[in-house]
C-alpha cells in the first residue's frame, strides 16, 4: 500500500469539477490496495472553482483537500501540490477524465512496487485507444518526433494529462523543471531521463473533450520554445 496525492489542475472548471471529484471518489473506492487523496488545484480560476473545490474538501474531509495557487499555468500548479505532499506517490489527471480511470492502477502501482520513478499515459503507442480529431492526432504525433529527434526522449507521448511520480523523485526533478505551463510535462520527462530516472509507459484509452480549453497554436510556440531553451542550454543535472 502506498499513500497517493491524485492532483487535478483546474482553471475555470467550477461547471465539472463536483462530477469529475465524485466518479473519480468511486472509482477510488474500489481500489483500496493504496490510501488516495484527491487534491483539487485551483489554479488562478475566477469562476468559483475554489469555492466548489473547498465545498467538496469539507464534504469529503481527508479524501479530497482544495488547494489555491493564485498564478496560471499548470506546471506552476503541479509543481505546488506535488512540493508540498506528504504523499509516497504523486499523480496527475486532467478534470475532464479523459483518460480511462481503470489505467490508473497501471499508473501507480509500479511506482508504489518501487519498480519505477515516473509513469505516464500514453495515447500514442499501438495498444492504446484514442478518440479524437486528425488535426490534434497530427499535432501530437508531429510533436513526439520533434521531442525525440531533437530532444532525445526515448517516449511514445510527452503531453497525456495523466502522469504519476515517486515523491522522493519529485523533490529531486522539480527544481531543476523551469516551464511552469504546458511544457512541463516534456521538460519533467526529459529531464527526469537525462538523469538516470526509471520511467514507466501506461497505454490508455482516451476520448478527446470537446470543452477542452487547451490553445493548440500557443500550447505548440510555448513547447517548441522550451525544447530550444533546453538544447541551448543543456538538460539540467538533479540532485538526488
Known amino acids: 500500500m502506498a499513500t497517493v496525492d491524485l492532483v487535478i489542475p483546474c482553471y475555470n472548471e467550477a461547471h465539472v469539477i463536483a462530477d469529475s471529484v465524485g466518479r473519480t471518489l468511486a472509482f477510488l473506492d474500489t481500489h483500496p490496495e493504496h490510501e488516495w487523496r484527491i487534491v483539487i488545484a485551483d489554479n488562478a480560476s475566477t469562476d468559483g472553482t475554489l469555492d466548489v473545490a473547498r465545498g467538496l474538501q469539507a464534504a469529503h474531509p481527508g479524501r479530497v483537500a482544495a488547494l489555491h495557487i493564485p498564478v496560471k499555468g499548470r506546471g506552476l500548479a503541479l509543481r505546488n501540490a506535488w512540493l508540498t505532499?506528504?504523499?509516497?506517490?504523486?499523480?496527475?489527471?486532467?478534470?475532464?477524465?479523459?483518460?480511462?480511470?481503470?489505467?490508473?492502477?497501471?499508473?501507480?502501482?509500479?511506482?508504489?512496487?518501487n519498480e519505477a520513478d515516473v509513469s505516464f499515459g500514453t495515447r500514442l503507442d499501438p495498444r492504446s485507444e484514442t478518440v479524437r480529431g486528425w488535426q490534434r492526432e497530427?499535432?501530437?504525433?508531429?510533436?513526439?518526433?520533434?521531442?525525440?529527434?531533437?530532444?532525445?526522449?526515448?517516449?511514445?507521448?510527452?503531453?497525456?494529462?495523466?502522469?504519476?511520480?515517486?515523491?522522493?523523485?519529485?523533490?529531486?526533478?522539480?527544481?531543476?523543471?523551469?516551464?511552469?505551463?504546458?511544457?512541463?510535462?516534456?521538460?519533467?520527462?526529459?529531464?527526469?531521463?537525462?538523469?538516470?530516472?526509471?520511467?514507466?509507459?501506461?497505454?490508455?484509452?482516451?476520448?478527446?473533450?470537446?470543452?477542452?480549453?487547451?490553445?493548440?497554436?500557443?500550447?505548440?510556440?510555448?513547447?517548441?520554445?522550451?525544447?530550444?531553451?533546453?538544447?541551448?542550454?543543456?538538460?539540467?543535472?538533479?540532485?538526488?
Not at 505532499?85 to 512496487?113: F, G, N, Q
Open 85 to 113: 505532499s506528504d504523499a509516497e506517490v504523486c499523480a496527475y489527471m486532467d478534470v475532464d477524465l479523459s483518460t480511462d480511470l481503470k489505467h490508473l492502477p497501471e499508473l501507480i502501482d509500479p511506482l508504489a512496487a
Open 138 to 240: 497530427f499535432t501530437s504525433r508531429s510533436y513526439v518526433f520533434i521531442l525525440r529527434w531533437f530532444g532525445g526522449l526515448k517516449v511514445s507521448d510527452a503531453q497525456c494529462g495523466f502522469k504519476a511520480i515517486r515523491t522522493d523523485a519529485a523533490r529531486a526533478l522539480l527544481p531543476v523543471v523551469e516551464d511552469t505551463g504546458w511544457f512541463f510535462d516534456s521538460e519533467l520527462l526529459l529531464v527526469a531521463q537525462h538523469n538516470g530516472y526509471r520511467l514507466r509507459e501506461v497505454p490508455v484509452k482516451w476520448i478527446d473533450d470537446p470543452d477542452s480549453r487547451v490553445n493548440i497554436i500557443k500550447t505548440a510556440t510555448g513547447d517548441l520554445k522550451g525544447l530550444w531553451r533546453l538544447r541551448r542550454g543543456g538538460i539540467p543535472q538533479a540532485v538526488r
